[in-house]
């Protein structure tokens, strides 16, 4: 059977090139009734478990590079009032799954750490209440370091929390002055010294290439103390400048933003560096220390793309709470309102705020594994994917962008299987579009390679 490519249900207009965190991709989420929801959610099936992501949209200062659903609150009242409600969203939905067993926990925003001791704890017990904490499940948290303290670090390890990812970014004053983000070093040294006396010694630090004031001396800089931090794994994002959607960004136009080609060898002298110290590289931005679970995960076949990048985390579902939190089911993608007031409404009135998603086909799930094995490890056997999901598929509109990219030298290609060369790296995001059914493929590959935006 040879089936046509979707249309996108956007405009046919180069677009930025997706990190397909998801296939397909929050673009092509439409409006999606609660009352689906809650049947999907009812039809989980028993026996695999599941992950679950809260998502705290609120921070104490904006950092002007910030892409993240967050609002700043310089109070605590907002917080608690958001926490309460999110409570009764645990209820709502554990009442619909049951006590579903759980292997994986994130926590992230915002700024997670912006919850203090005591309400994490009381949050940490209704998950365990509502749901079957796996005993060897991973708990993880999204730090801010600035807003960390000792306390709060003691609550994350009495409530099981066994993976904390810090938000570094830059360790340069002069850059963190540009990004409206300071952060001493010593602030750092403590933060890592309260997780690891407390035993949370997985450790991740977020690095973001392509900012104002950054370069090449800067970077090394950044990754030098990083290694002195040792943490097991890091993840290196291009910043991604969005200034129509995200206003507060302009803040930093005054400044220089580093050009396509500085930020690709931004990108290649932190890899490098990153790799003479000891890490692996792990699909597109991503490096972990061998003793690393994601190491051991791609080694096994068992890593891949979600929404927080790249995951050891064996759960096909995950169910996502809090304003504009994403989840995952088997029959799609759901997510809740990113509209506080409206999240709150939807709550009080006990009906579930999910507003927008995407109900997955057969096509749907068979492609979004080609993709994320090509976002994971470089190569793809598209026809052996396609037999695994009994699918009969000819693939020939994608083989002949296929052959196009071998014949240039980003792909290589060992019997059915394509595999990206060294030269393809910078291009693997579009490279994966040929895949996306929903992607306008109005375009040639190879000039989508070299000329649409990386963001
Ligand atoms: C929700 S934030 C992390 C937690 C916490 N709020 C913090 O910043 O410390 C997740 C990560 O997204 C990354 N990030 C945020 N905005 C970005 C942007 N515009 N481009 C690339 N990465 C971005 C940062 O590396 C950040 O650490
Ligand atoms: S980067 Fe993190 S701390 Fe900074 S504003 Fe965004 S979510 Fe908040």
């Given at each position: 059977?040879?089936?046509?490519r979707?249309?996108?249900?956007?405009?046919?207009?180069?677009?930025?090139?997706?990190?397909?965190?998801?296939?397909?991709?929050?673009?092509?989420?439409?409006?999606?009734?609660?009352?689906?929801?809650?049947?999907?959610?009812?039809?989980?099936?028993?026996?695999?478990?599941?992950?679950?992501?809260?998502?705290?949209?609120?921070?104490?200062?904006?950092?002007?590079?910030?892409?993240?659903?967050?609002?700043?609150?310089?109070?605590?009242?907002?917080?608690?009032?958001?926490?309460?409600?999110?409570?009764?969203?645990?209820?709502?939905?554990?009442?619909?799954?049951?006590?579903?067993?759980?292997?994986?926990?994130?926590?992230?925003?915002?700024?997670?750490?912006?919850?203090?001791?005591?309400?994490?704890?009381?949050?940490?017990?209704?998950?365990?209440?509502?749901?079957?904490?796996?005993?060897?499940?991973?708990?993880?948290?999204?730090?801010?370091?600035?807003?960390?303290?000792?306390?709060?670090?003691?609550?994350?390890?009495?409530?099981?929390?066994?993976?904390?990812?810090?938000?570094?970014?830059?360790?340069?004053?002069?850059?963190?002055?540009?990004?409206?983000?300071?952060?001493?070093?010593?602030?750092?040294?403590?933060?890592?010294?309260?997780?690891?006396?407390?035993?949370?010694?997985?450790?991740?630090?977020?690095?973001?290439?392509?900012?104002?004031?950054?370069?090449?001396?800067?970077?090394?800089?950044?990754?030098?103390?990083?290694?002195?931090?040792?943490?097991?794994?890091?993840?290196?994002?291009?910043?991604?400048?969005?200034?129509?959607?995200?206003?507060?960004?302009?803040?930093?136009?005054?400044?220089?933003?580093?050009?396509?080609?500085?930020?690709?060898?931004?990108?290649?002298?932190?890899?490098?560096?990153?790799?003479?110290?000891?890490?692996?590289?792990?699909?597109?931005?991503?490096?972990?220390?061998?003793?690393?679970?994601?190491?051991?995960?791609?080694?096994?076949?068992?890593?891949?793309?979600?929404?927080?990048?790249?995951?050891?985390?064996?759960?096909?579902?995950?169910?996502?709470?809090?304003?504009?939190?994403?989840?995952?089911?088997?029959?799609?993608?759901?997510?809740?309102?990113?509209?506080?007031?409206?999240?709150?409404?939807?709550?009080?009135?006990?009906?579930?705020?999910?507003?927008?998603?995407?109900?997955?086909?057969?096509?749907?799930?068979?492609?979004?594994?080609v993709?994320?094995?090509?976002?994971?490890?470089?190569?793809?056997?598209p026809?052996?994917?396609?037999?695994?999901?009994?699918?009969?598929h000819d693939f020939a509109a994608e083989k002949v962008d296929l052959?196009?990219?071998?014949?240039?030298?980003?792909?290589?290609?060992?019997?059915?299987?394509?595999?990206?060369?060294?030269?393809?790296?910078?291009?693997?995001?579009?490279?994966?579009?040929l895949f996306?059914?929903?992607?306008?493929?109005?375009?040639?590959?190879?000039?989508?390679?070299?000329?649409?935006?990386?963001?």
């Amino acid at each position: 059977m040879t089936i046509n490519r979707k249309k996108s249900q956007t405009a046919s207009a180069p677009r930025r090139l997706p990190r397909y965190t998801s296939y397909p991709t929050a673009l092509e989420f439409d409006s999606l009734d609660p009352g689906l929801y809650a049947q999907w959610l009812k039809d989980l099936p028993e026996g695999p478990p599941i992950s679950l992501y809260f998502h705290i949209p609120f921070c104490e200062k904006l950092c002007w590079f910030c892409g993240c659903f967050t609002k700043i609150s310089n109070s605590m009242e907002p917080v608690q009032r958001y926490l309460e409600i999110l409570r009764k969203e645990i209820h709502l939905i554990s009442r619909i799954t049951g006590q579903k067993k759980v292997s994986h926990i994130h926590f992230g925003g915002g700024s997670p750490t912006i919850i203090d001791a005591e309400s994490f704890t009381r949050l940490m017990d209704l998950v365990r209440e509502s749901f079957d904490i796996l005993p060897d499940a991973e708990i993880a948290i999204e730090i801010d370091p600035r807003t960390c303290s000792e306390e709060k670090v003691k609550a994350y390890a009495k409530s099981g929390v066994n993976r904390a990812s810090f938000g570094i970014q830059d360790f340069n004053p002069h850059v963190q002055e540009a990004i409206n983000r300071i952060q001493p070093d010593a602030l750092i040294t403590d933060n890592i010294r309260w997780f690891r006396d407390g035993g949370i010694t997985d450790i991740n630090f977020d690095l973001i290439y392509g900012m104002p004031r950054q370069t090449l001396e800067t970077i090394e800089e950044t990754v030098v103390k990083t290694n002195g931090f040792r943490p097991s794994r890091i993840a290196l994002f291009g910043y991604a400048h969005v200034p129509w959607m995200k206003k507060h960004q302009q803040m930093m136009d005054k400044h220089h933003l580093p050009e396509q080609g500085e930020r690709q060898a931004m990108f290649e002298l932190a890899s490098r560096k990153l790799q003479e110290f000891g890490y692996q590289a792990i699909g597109l931005d991503h490096f972990a220390l061998p003793e690393d679970s994601l190491i051991t995960a791609r080694e096994e076949g068992r890593m891949r793309r979600n929404f927080q990048g790249y995951s050891a985390d064996p759960a096909t579902t995950m169910i996502g709470f809090g304003a504009s939190a994403i989840g995952s089911l088997p029959e799609g993608y759901v997510q809740n309102s990113p509209d506080l007031k409206s999240y709150v409404d939807s709550l009080e009135k006990d009906v579930l705020p999910a507003r927008r998603g995407l109900k997955v086909d057969a096509m749907d799930i068979m492609y979004r594994e080609v993709i994320s094995t090509l976002m994971s490890v470089f190569a793809v056997n598209p026809w052996a994917i396609a037999k695994k999901h009994n699918i009969t598929h000819d693939f020939a509109a994608e083989k002949v962008d296929l052959e196009k990219l071998v014949a240039v030298g980003y792909l290589d290609r060992e019997g059915t299987t394509y595999g990206l060369t060294e030269a393809g790296q910078p291009y693997l995001r579009a490279i994966a579009t040929l895949f996306d059914q929903y992607f306008p493929q109005n375009s040639d590959i190879i000039d989508r390679c070299v000329h649409e935006s990386e963001g």
